[in-house]
């Protein structure tokens, strides 16, 4: 009699979420090098003031446009040659994409694209990291689902939101540390550079784990290796489990792959929603423009990014880490709920603090309120943050990851976490513009945004409490007959007839 080994199965999880630490480094990296991305690559064009703005926010953003492909492609890439495939390719883009961002006079210098003249170098690699993350957001939750037992899933997929947080607080201090003791003329010539390039360190570390971990047992059977499936099924569950594993995901592969709606349109939806609302909540608005936040509700430039970086990426460490603790215990769906009403809340108060100018851009409130209203706002963020790090930052990986029936997991993956970065690109665009407003300013002092995403966290509620099931505890297998109850029935019926 043999049980599973846990310690393998921790190890292949915390390996593919490297993935998600270079998804949230690469992600973040940026907020260091956005006054130098301005200053080589804008400025000498001598443009007017509003095609500089644009050309600024397209250098700084177009990575995001990268994201949307590598979703796409990570599907047909998972089916066709495996999920440690993709994320050993994800890696390599992650490796050459950070050097060349860093140095994209590189090469290129040969067609004389040096100084501003870069800047399409620049912009290529920064398409080619988005790619890369894009890939590693659908690849890792993927893969570590796909060897993680039903009993501790959901906590270990959980460690790629874990990994993410990691990430953006990592590059926080890389930022930081390369930068410290210089003057603002080194950052614009040289540690923007560095800041970049530092990403070649874990993407290098991504490609090595790749390199030793094997591919799952879901795509083994997928390419018809079942040998394979159930020697690595008997390490990861035990001998006593392995070949009934093995039976059940037969059972759901005897097609291999199945047209996109074959098990309805309802699970493509679910899935969709869920990564659109988890960036209409506005999640990215805060995280992008946490100074610019702190500095509207009255802190100093240099108290905005202290602020920041302590309150915004102390409390979703800690609040990330204790959905690990209580996704499998809880369920997905309590999490969800509640934590998209504690957003609402959050951005509620904070809307109306603007709103009855309480707190106004550059902390000019009303005397004797400022500051006290400040604190309020301040902790209205991070409550905020609280509710997003412990439900819809983590458990909507959980959900896309497992909501999926096995013959169409890669494809239908594709399109939601596409749909996540699609929305993720209309948010982190269009709050500069609603902050900014000098209509919607007029009205509601800086509070539209935040009213906004309030009603984007009811909403989200709303759908989970109405469309979304409840996966917690269940095999992947079983979890293919939320959606379609006969698609998986007959083919099991045939299973014990062939035995």
């Known amino acids: 009699m043999s049980k599973g080994n846990t310690g393998l199965v921790v190890a292949l999880s915390a390996a593919a979420t490297l993935g998600g630490l270079l998804f949230g480094y690469d992600t973040a990296v940026i907020s260091g090098v956005t006054s130098a991305i301005t200053h080589n690559f804008v400025t000498p064009r001598h443009l007017s003031a509003a095609d500089a703005n644009f050309l600024s926010g397209i250098a700084i953003s177009i990575a995001l446009l990268g994201c949307v492909l590598g979703a796409a492609v990570a599907g047909p890439v998972s089916t066709r040659i495996g999920r440690r495939a993709g994320l050993l390719i994800a890696g390599v883009l992650f490796l050459v994409s950070s050097l060349g961002a860093g140095y994209p006079e590189f090469f290129w210098s040969l067609f004389g694209a040096v100084g501003d003249r870069a800047l399409p170098a620049f912009l290529f690699y920064r398409v080619m990291g988005g790619t890369a993350i894009g890939m590693a957001s659908m690849l890792a939750p993927m893969y570590i689902a796909e060897v993680a037992p039903p009993e501790t899933r959901g906590m270990l997929v959980t460690f790629q939101q874990i990994a993410i947080v990691i990430g953006i607080n990592l590059v926080y201090f890389v930022n930081w540390l390369i930068q410290s003791g210089h003057s603002r003329a080194y950052l614009l010539s040289t540690a923007w550079r560095h800041m970049l390039a530092s990403a070649a360190i874990p993407a290098a570390l991504l490609i ?292």
Request: charged share 15%; aromatic share 12%; proline share 4%.
């Open 208 to 499: 090595v784990f790749m390199l030793l971990v094997p591919e799952t047992p879901r795509f083994l059977v997928l390419k018809d290796r079942d040998a394979e499936a159930l020697a690595l099924l008997k390490r990861l569950v035990g001998t006593d489990s392995a070949q009934s594993t093995l039976g059940e995901i037969k059972a759901t592969l005897v097609e291999h792959t199945r047209p996109l709606l074959s098990f309805g349109v309802l699970v493509l939806v679910v899935g969709v929603a869920l990564s659109a609302f988890q960036q209409l909540v506005g999640i990215n608005a805060v995280l992008y423009y946490a100074p610019h936040m702190f500095e509207n509700m009255g802190a100093s430039t240099n108290q905005a990014y202290w602020e920041s970086a302590t309150f915004v990426g102390v409390t979703m460490t800690v609040f990330t880490l204790a959905a690990t603790f209580t996704v499998d215990r809880l369920g997905r769906k309590p999490l969800l709920v509640v934590g998209a009403f504690v957003m609402a809340a959050a951005m509620i108060v904070i809307g109306l603090l603007f709103d009855l100018h309480l707190v106004s851009a550059g902390g000019h409130a009303g005397a004797g309120r400022a500051s006290g209203a400040s604190y309020l706002a301040i902790a209205a963020v991070v409550l905020y943050i609280m509710g997003f790090s412990f439900s819809w930052g983590p458990v909507v990986w959980v959900m896309l990851a497992e909501i999926y029936p096995n013959s169409i997991r890669g494809k239908a993956m594709s399109i939601a976490i596409g749909a996540q970065w699609i929305m993720n690109f209309i948010v982190s665009m269009t709050f500069p513009m609603l902050d900014g407003s000098a209509y919607l300013n007029r009205h509601f002092n800086h509070g539209f945004a935040y009213w906004l995403y309030s009603a984007g966290a009811i909403l989200a509620a709303l759908f989970v409490l109405r469309f979304v099931p409840e996966t917690k505890g269940r095999t992947l297998e079983s979890i293919q007959e939320l959606w379609h109850p006969t698609a998986v029935r007959p083919a099991r019926a045939e299973e014990r007839a062939a035995s």
